[in-house]
């Protein structure tokens, strides 16, 4: 069983960062992929990011290839995400989730409740 508490969102201008944090409970964590899902109002849930069990691999959707960047700190069993240069179509809830193994796939078992981000123009 992993139980995932995202932290960090909040309101921020355009051109803003924010860092999301996303604190894992159970031995697991580490072995595990890790990833980062958003959901904008009246859209579908979208891939954001994904790092791999030990961190050496990570995976952005296009949109947000060199604004944020995803990591994880396994001895805290926590996994990050750094957004920078933020634009109002990064208005979304954020949802941590969790891969059922050590790297990153299309399914995962276990997601966070989400923290919103709203980015004012």
């Known amino acids: 069983q992993v139980q995932l508490v995202e932290s960090g969102g909040g309101l921020v201008q355009t051109g803003g960062s924010l860092r999301l944090s996303c604190a894992a409970s159970?031995?697991?964590?580490?072995?595990?992929?890790m990833a980062w899902f958003r959901q904008a109002p009246g859209k579908e849930r979208e891939f954001v990011a994904a790092?791999?069990?030990?961190?050496?691999?990570?995976y952005y959707v296009d949109s947000v290839k060199g604004r944020f960047t995803i990591s994880r700190d396994n001895a805290k069993n926590t996994v990050y995400l750094q957004m920078n240069s933020l634009k109002p179509e990064d208005t979304a809830v954020y949802y941590c989730?969790?891969?059922?193994?050590?790297?990153?796939?299309?399914?995962?078992?276990?997601w966070g409740q989400g923290t919103q981000v709203t980015v004012s123009s």
């Open positions: 159970g031995r697991t964590f580490s072995s595990r992929a």
């Open positions: 989730a969790a891969n059922p193994g050590g790297y990153s796939s299309s399914y995962y078992d276990y």
């Open positions: 790092i791999n069990w030990s961190g050496g691999n990570t």
